[in-house]
Structures are given as structure tokens and as C-alpha cells.
């Protein structure tokens, strides 16, 4: 079964048409979609609290917003901020396409942690001065500046990460356990074992196991079985597709396989995980 027959019910905000490669905007500015309800994005946005208050929901997971904190949401995920009202900070917003580097790139994509770091004054002010050369720069719309705030974007990335030397040092022909996630990504439906993985990456299981450990922290079937999870919650979100039809979509074989793959994972039964994500304690 292919995975292009999925078709999510949360509505997807492209990114307004810009003259500029990265857009900063106050957290509090007049959001262009409804921003109230759980929605996705086609680009990434990083959100910088310096006072925190309130919680957010990115993939299904509660976050409670902290002082002096960055949040990281990728393309694809489903988010919902209800932030306090004295809550203050900044919204940076990029196209994929705008990263230079595809070590950079497939690290944020794969990345599986949203807090990137919270509770920290001395992070958020070196994170500040890259905002503020980016907007210095956005004031003149000269195409040499353009390319400036550009790599200033891959400047701030970095120093956001705080993996400079890592990439700097990564080989695209190093990359495998990048590889094996992004293929994941692309065919969790119809490859659901770490042999098919290992034979289309052209390295033996043992390897692949001691990769995805090593820079993910689970095995390679954790990871696939995490990314099966992950799109059934998104679908389960929605009351107007059945259970068995959800089952179908992701590739298992029967209603009953899924209930118990589900049940072992989440510990969970597809109708109970459906009622705790329809009624998130935002």
C-alpha cells in the first residue's frame, strides 16, 4: 500500500511569498491562518520564548513553555500553541530549501526532540544576535543582501544546534543512519522490517543497528515502529475515519493486527489513544 493515499485532515499553511530567504516576526504578530486549531506547516518554524506561560502540543506531545526557551517545528507536524498572555519572544520561519548543508537539513528534519533548549539566558541572548543581524539586513532589500541574510540563516542554525564541528566533519557518503531514516520517512507503509531497510541501504542489520543506536538512541524497529505510531495518531485525530480504515491505510493486514500493535505500543487500544488525542488537556 502506498503511502500517497494518506490524505490528513489537519489543514497545511504554506509559507507567505517573501523577498527574503528567513522570516522573523514577534511572536504576538497577526497570524494569516487560524492558528487556534491543531494545524501543520510546509515549512519549519522555530519559536523563541523569552517569557514563557502556557503549553503547546507539537505531534502529540504537551510541552509546557518555559523562560528563555526555543522550540523547533517541522514541516508536517502537527502543532498547536495556547500560549499566556504576557508571553513574549520570536517566530523565525524558513523553506527547507533555504538550508545549504544536507548534513544540516536531515539533521533538523530527523531530529526527534522539539525542545532544542529551555530555562537558558546565556543561549537565548547568543540566539538574539543572529535575529537582530538578520533584520538589520532584511531593511535593505538589496540582492547582495539577500544572500547575506541566507547565510546567516545556515550561521544561526548552527549555533542554534550547537553541532557545528559535527556537520562540519560529516562525509555525504557518512551519512547512512540520515539515509535510513529518510527512507523511513518515505516507505514506513510498505517496509515495516530492518532487513528491507538493511538490503536497500546495502549494509547488514548489525550495522544498521549500531548506527541508528548510536546518533538515535533506539534500534532501527523502534524507529520504524515509532514513525507507524506517529501517523496513526495523526489519522485516529479524526472521528470521521473508522479505526479499520486506519488500520488498512498504515499496511497491516486486519483490524485486529493493528488493534494489537497499537495496544502493545501505546498501551492504548485505537479507540482509547483516539479519545486522549481528540481531548488533549491543553
Same mark, same amino acid.
Not at 154 to 175: R, S
Given at each position: ?11 497545511? =499553511?504554506?509559507?507567505? +511569498? ?12 497577526? /497570524? ?6 491543531? *494545524?501543520? *506547516? ?8 523569552? /517569557?514563557?506561560?502556557?503549553? @503547546? ?21 502537527? *502543532?498547536?500553541?495556547?500560549? &499566556? &498572555? ?32 529551555? $530555562? ?20 535593505? &532589500? +538589496? ?7 541566507? *547565510? ?13 564541528? +559535527? ?14 531514516? @529518510?527512507?523511513?520517512?518515505? /516507505?514506513?507503509?510498505? =517496509? ?5 531497510? &538493511? ?40 472521528? $470521521? ?7 488498512? @491505510? ?20 485505537? $479507540? ?6 481528540? $481531548?488533549?488537556?491543553?
Amino acid at each position: 500500500m502506498q503511502k500517497n493515499i494518506i490524505e490528513y485532515q489537519f489543514p497545511s =499553511y504554506s509559507l507567505p +511569498e517573501s523577498k527574503f530567504p528567513v522570516l522573523i516576526e514577534d511572536l504576538g504578530y497577526c /497570524n494569516p491562518y487560524d492558528f487556534t486549531k491543531e *494545524h501543520r *506547516h510546509k515549512y519549519f518554524e522555530i519559536i523563541l520564548f523569552k /517569557n514563557g506561560g502556557g503549553k @503547546q502540543w507539537i505531534d502529540f506531545k504537551e510541552i509546557s513553555v518555559q523562560d528563555y526557551s526555543c522550540y523547533i517545528i517541522l514541516p508536517g507536524q502537527v *502543532h498547536l500553541l495556547k500560549r &499566556a &498572555a504576557d508571553s513574549l519572544g520570536s517566530i523565525i520561519q524558513f523553506q527547507e530549501s533555504e538550508i545549504e548543508s544536507s548534513c544540516l537539513r536531515n539533521y533538523l528534519l530527523f531530529s526527534s526532540q522539539p525542545i532544542i533548549f529551555d $530555562n537558558s539566558a546565556e543561549k537565548f541572548a547568543k540566539i538574539i544576535t543572529y535575529l537582530d543581524l538578520i533584520r538589520n539586513m532584511q531593511k535593505n &532589500a +538589496e540582492h547582495v543582501l539577500k544572500l547575506g541574510c541566507r *547565510h546567516l540563516l545556515q550561521a544561526f542554525l548552527f549555533q542554534l544546534l550547537g553541532i557545528k564541528d +559535527e556537520i562540519e566533519a560529516c562525509k555525504e557518503t557518512e551519512v547512512l543512519h540520515y539515509q535510513f531514516v @529518510q527512507m523511513v520517512e518515505e /516507505n514506513f507503509i510498505k =517496509y515495516q522490517t530492518v532487513q528491507e531497510y &538493511a538490503l536497500r541501504l546495502q549494509i547488514t542489520e548489525k550495522k544498521l543497528t549500531t548506527l541508528t543506536k548510536k546518533h538515535f538512541g533506539i534500534t532501527p524497529l523502534q524507529l520504524i515502529h515509532n514513525r507507524i505510531v506517529l501517523e496513526s495518531k495523526r489519522l485516529l485525530a479524526f472521528k $470521521n475515519i473508522s479505526c479499520k480504515e486506519v488500520a488498512y @491505510q498504515l499496511g497491516f493486514a486486519s483490524p485486529s493486527s493493528f488493534n494489537r500493535f497499537i495496544k502493545d505500543k501505546t498501551g492504548l487500544s485505537p $479507540n482509547a489513544l483516539r479519545d486522549s488525542l481528540i $481531548n488533549p488537556s491543553l
